[in-house]
Nanobody, 115 residues
């Protein structure tokens, strides 16, 4: 089993920035594709950004140019740097580890963008 622990969520004003972190318990972290998803009340859980073991990244259109996903394999950690936050970014953000053969989810961290 892979345990994922997210942190860094909170309340931020529109236009502000936030960095989310997700620490994984696995010893083979470097082989996993890692992703950030978000889910607002009454909405589907959608991909925000993903980063493969080789470092290639994918972003939702809403995140391009504002969010950056990165990973530090030495720390078993994936990050989501969120800039120029908007009201519509408010959601519960989940970390996901995808090994192809299996996937794991964190508990989520709340991001609230409000004036």
């Amino acid at each position: 089993q892979v345990q994922l622990v997210e942190s860094g969520g909170g309340l931020v004003q529109p236009g502000g920035s936030l960095r989310l972190s997700c620490v994984a318990s696995t010893t083979i972290f470097s082989f996993y594709t890692m992703g950030w998803y978000r889910q607002a009340p009454g909405k589907q859980r959608d991909l925000v950004a993903a980063i493969a073991s080789g470092g290639s990244t994918n972003y939702a259109d809403s995140a391009k140019g504002r969010f950056t996903i990165s990973r530090d394999n030495a720390k078993n950690t994936v990050y989501l740097h969120m800039n120029n936050l908007k009201l519509e970014d408010t959601a519960l953000y989940y970390c996901k580890a995808d090994g192809g053969w299996s996937h794991y989810w964190g508990q989520g961290t709340q991001v609230t963008v409000s004036s």
